[in-house]
């Protein structure tokens, strides 16, 4: 088969993938998830009556944690709005939420006059599914890049974003794309979900990771929040964050590399039993004990008004490194 022929068939596997992505529910797991968020959140922090965004996959389920809460969409089937946006609530008291959510828009944020929020938590595009052609790879990974950093200006200094993205994005062996994101936020941590955490279609099986960042509050980067390096595993042959070396039991299953019908080496986590979600409670209680607001950093973050100096524009896209297969 010729070059052109594979590259041909790897879009096709795509297409396949992407179909079955969308086709696939994914609401109660992202309700599951939005309880653990929440109390994250809250013991970091996260200022009752402060303003909170939704985006990406199921946002006002995310904000919620009613699987009943899914997307509006129109005749074409595609989502009225991409982001909804809320106060947040008191702790424990998440569910009402959707009282008070409005969508924002179907578009990317106006970030000249956009309102200043406390929290973001997204379910980003493609994160559960394996891209093969290096086209889509590309546009995945740009496309977080992307909407990470326009979530992270619209927040206040102090103020989290939760993402929840695919495992290549925190795997990616270039560490130049993370560029825009360390000048203005700090990386607290990461849970790696298992495969077909999400959705239970065949084409979902890719891990997902739950990255934890925050607005930094001044221009100097603590050298212990820095965003992790990767290593190239010989045996295995693929790249993986140093993050999951150091904290193994931040990955909710076990660990798996095979290889796929193309020829490519690609990672699952495996949790048979489904013993994530529990686990996934006590993985985020870590990072909220370490970096919550019982540490010796106030509670809450400051008014934007109390930004010590011009944040910098995070809005234009990253350079791409072709980078392996991952």
């Known amino acids: 088969m010729n070059h052109a022929v594979t590259q041909e068939a790897l879009q096709h596997a ?18 599951l998830i939005s309880h653990s968020v929440w109390r994250l959140l809250h013991s970091l922090g996260a200022p009752t009556g402060g303003r909170a965004m939704a985006f990406g996959h199921d946002p006002q389920i995310l904000l919620s944690g009613d699987p009943a809460r899914s997307e509006l969409r129109d005749s074409d089937g595609f ?49 559960d599914i394996r891209l093969r052609s290096r086209e889509a790879r590309v546009t995945r990974h740009r496309g977080f890049h992307i909407q990470a950093a326009e979530a992270l200006t619209a927040l206040a200094p102090g103020g989290h974003a939760v993402l929840l993205a695919n495992h290549s994005i925190l795997d990616f062996p270039d560490p130049q794309p993370w560029g825009e994101l360390a ?18 279609a065949r084409a979902c099986d890719a891990p997902v990771d739950v990255l934890i960042l925050r607005r930094r509050e001044t221009p100097f980067p603590d050298p212990k929040l820095q965003f992790p390096g990767v290593q190239w595993s010989p045996e295995d042959g693929l790249h ?5 070396t150091d904290h193994p039991d931040r990955v909710l299953g076990t660990r798996d590399v095979g290889t796929d019908y193309w020829g490519m080496k690609q990672l699952a986590v495996h949790d048979p039993d489904r013993t994530w979600p529990g686990r996934l409670n006590a993985a985020l209680d870590d990072i909220a004990h370490h970096h ?31 980078g392996p297969q991952l």
């Not at 529910?25 to 992202?30: K, Y």
């Not at 909804?84 to 944020?109: C, D, E, F, K, M």
């Not at 100096?309 to 350079?319: E, H, K, M, N």
């Open 79 to 127: 989502p009225l709005y991409s982001r909804w946006q809320a106060t947040v609530p008191a702790p424990g008291a998440h569910r009402n939420i959707v009282g008070n959510a409005v969508p924002i828009s179907r578009y990317p944020l106006n970030l000249e006059t956009a309102p200043v929020f406390e929290v973001a938590v997204a379910s980003m595009q493609y994160n």
């Open 183 to 200: 000048r203005i936020a700090d990386f607290l941590g990461a849970v790696r979900l298992p495969s077909y955490a999400l959705r239970a």
């Open 240 to 244: 993986e964050s140093t993050y999951f």
């Open 14 to 31: 795509d297409i396949a993938a992407l179909t079955a992505q969308e086709h696939a529910d994914a609401s109660d797991a992202h309700a």
């Open 292 to 322: 919550g607001a019982h540490s010796d950093r106030p509670p809450g973050p400051p008014p934007a008004s109390a930004r010590p100096f011009p944040w910098p524009s995070a809005t234009r896209p990253p350079g791409e490194s072709p």
